[in-house]
């Protein structure tokens, strides 16, 4: 059927926006406010207000550059980001180049096992890794055993570094793998035409070309690392910006300010080190005559080449998989000290946590699965709005949603305490201490992320098809409903499950929240399990169903991509 054009509707009812768009613009603008917005707000006032009092004052940051552990901090927190940016690199790099512009045997699940450190908790693996490359964690012990000598892989801050850059490190292998593939290769020929090859033709043409890939996945790695709590504690790094805004109000509480002047700093290096990778990017120009392609095909590696290749490939994919090895290995063992590897095997842990912690796996489910429903229905109704209708300030509602992002976990968790604790319900109940309240700081947390699929899906759907559906007689609520939705279902799963699976291991936000037990996620029940040596083999048990959750729902996730783009192949 040919869709009728857009010139047949009237100007007025295709710009104009209708009351009912108003509303629900008003209702999301007011839900963001209400959870974002004001939660932030309350954190600003506190940093800038006298304490006891409302009167504004700067004394608290004066208090904060004046102390000496606060400072130590901050260059602590700036130290170990940028050192986990290096570190990623180091591992990114090489996996991203070999399997795009080699004929590489296994390409595909190189990528694939790339891509698995997202799917854990990095401080689920920080115990894995301590297990192998602690003071007495197997490697060091087979080194002191052959050599006589140990490597402090993970002492202090150096600790933190290696799991966190083996942890985030595929957010720079996915963006700049894929900016590599989209380069055209005619440029790369040209080069070595004029006698540019190795490592000078990748250091002055591919990597320059490629740079708005690698700093969109190491501007992320930073702010994830800069942000990350749980690693840190685990590790008994105390003296980093994340650890001490949550020490300042669990030890001395939600009226100290200092917690709150580091929340403040927090959301500024987060905004700065955005703001940087953008501006490293304003007034170049990246753009090649044509996305991939062009004269060169994938170089057939020679012996030696390929010899040092996958040598490099296995080191770094070993540990890769160390965390996940580590971990399934503590999740069967009896006892695992001072030796290479476990005494003995058991299931004993897992009957433990499908008895005791069950709760946990059942809070996550709920938990996660409210977050993701909510996210999507505003992801949709943003997406919608911004991209189909002339409503003024529509793109603040974009914006306003995204913003997100840049608010570090903790913070959030600070400025829900904060703000909600004073409001009761009529039985006296603190609102800050119910579920609910741990609900909607991760669907705030994870909300740019379905919004940005559910933008994607639409984007990719024709106007023309609602207008038609509008021409028959259809309303736009109908219209929504009956065409624009279902055309949009791969993305809005895909949206949901992304929402789901990282909510299910979301711990910087609810620690703050968690009350008690029974209302706790599983995230909160692995913290709580790796605190102590006797609880860490339950603990593994319980970070396996983590990590086989997630892999579940990002295995679904891609095959929902997958059956959607095929699907929209064979209707062209």
Partial sequence: MTAIPSATLPRARRLSATPGQIALALAIAAFLLLFLGLPVGTVLYVAFTEKGTSNFTLVNFYDFVRTELFMRSLWNSFYVSAMSVVWASVFALPLAYLTTRFVFRGAMLVQTLGFLPLIMPPFVGAVAMQLFFGRNGSVNLLLDDWFGFKIGFMEGLNGVIFVQSVHYFP?????????????????????????????????????????????????????????????????????????????????????????????VVLIVASVIAMWLSALALKGRDYATTQRGGGGLARRVMTPWEAVLGYGVVILILALVLAPHLGLLLLSFATIWSFSPLPDAFTTAHYARVFGESSVYIKNTLIYATLAGGIDIVLGVAIAYLVLRTKLIGREWLDWAAS???????????IGYLRTFYGVTLPDGTPLASLWITIVLALAIRRLPYALRACYAALQQISVSLEEAAENLGATKARTVRRVVVPLMAGGILAGFVTSFSTAAVELSATLMLVQSNSDAPLAFGLYVFMQSAAGRGPGAALGVVAVLLVALCTFISHLIIERSQKAKGMGH
């Fill in 403 to 413: 913003a997100a992002l840049a608010i570090p976990g903790v913070v959030l968790g």
């Fill in 171 to 263: 957010f720079i292998l996915i963006n700049l793998s894929a900016a590599l593939r989209n380069i055209d290769r005619a440029m790369e020929e040209a080069a070595q035409n004029l006698g540019s090859s190795g490592f000078r033709l990748f250091r002055r043409i591919v990597f320059p070309l490629a740079l708005p890939g690698y700093l969109a996945g190491a501007s992320l790695v930073f702010v994830k690392v800069f942000d990350d709590l749980a690693t840190p504690l685990l590790l008994n790094v105390k003296d980093m910006l994340a650890p001490q805004a949550y020490l300042r109000v669990t030890s001395i509480g939600i009226a100290d300010p200092m917690g709150y002047v580091i929340s």
